[in-house]
């Protein structure tokens, strides 16, 4: 399959994971953020504007709205994804990092990791990824509360996670994995984190419009993490 975008270390892919994932050879980490089903996607962060003036950080705006940025109209986060494509998904690394965990049967984990969003509103105070690390379960704060997020980072998707949430998931993987897949990409995170590591990543997504968002980030330069 010709992919849609490839450099050194970052391949993307625009097409489903059922199709793709099958043709790919195992990775060291499987590290995603499926969709939860939770209609994230179906205009809801639309309706989180709120009265600037209510909040403590309104300071000098007091009284305007916080318009919620519009990420358009669509039914990937309908449902989540079957039980038996997760497997498949889970046994092509020999770890994995599964973000909405909770959302699904997976097995009993010591290495539960727990991601701080320090959110108000009605946002979830936290999101657990399952991972079979073999680790204790670890917590980390990155603020990422609406508008308000910490080093003020672009987001370009309503579940997209943070590039230093994502450098901890792998940092935290044994055995220094060199290569990883994303099939649930969205607007490939997990390639940047990758990609500022100088690992290799395969990204899959089927939404185009987030495949050239993942092209157009891969061709910026990144910070070497690595270093």
Not at 61 to 79: C, F, H, L, P
Not at 151 to 166: I, S, Y
Not at 197 to 223: N, S, T, V
Request: some cysteine; charged content about 25%.
């Amino acid at each position: 399959m010709t992919p849609y975008y490839a450099d050194a270390h970052v391949t993307i892919y625009h097409g489903d994971c059922l199709e793709i994932l099958p043709t790919l050879e195992p990775v060291d980490l499987i590290l995603t953020d499926p969709p939860y089903g939770i209609g994230e996607a179906n205009g809801k962060n639309k309706g989180r504007s709120k009265p600037f003036g209510s909040r403590k950080d309104a300071k000098n705006t007091r009284g305007k709205e916080i318009a919620a940025r519009d990420y358009g109209v669509s039914q990937w986060d309908a449902s989540p994804i079957d039980w038996p494509l997760m497997q498949d998904v889970i046994t092509k690394g020999k770890y994995a990092c599964i973000f909405g965990g909770n959302y699904y049967p997976v097995p009993p984990s010591s290495a539960w990791l727990v991601w701080d969003k320090e959110n108000s509103g009605d946002f979830a105070d936290c999101e657990l990824a399952w991972t079979n690390y073999g680790s204790a379960v670890r917590i980390k704060r990155h603020m990422w509360n609406g508008m308000l997020r910490k080093g003020n980072e672009k987001r370009f998707h309503p579940t997209q996670k943070p590039l230093d949430v994502m450098l901890w998931c792998i940092e935290l993987c044994p055995g220094d994995p060199k290569t990883i897949l994303d099939p649930f990409a969205g607007s490939c995170t997990t390639g940047v984190a990758a990609k500022s590591l100088g690992r290799k990543c395969i990204c899959i997504e089927r939404e185009e419009k987030y495949c050239e968002i993942g092209a157009k980030r891969m061709r910026q330069e990144y910070f070497d993490f690595s270093a």
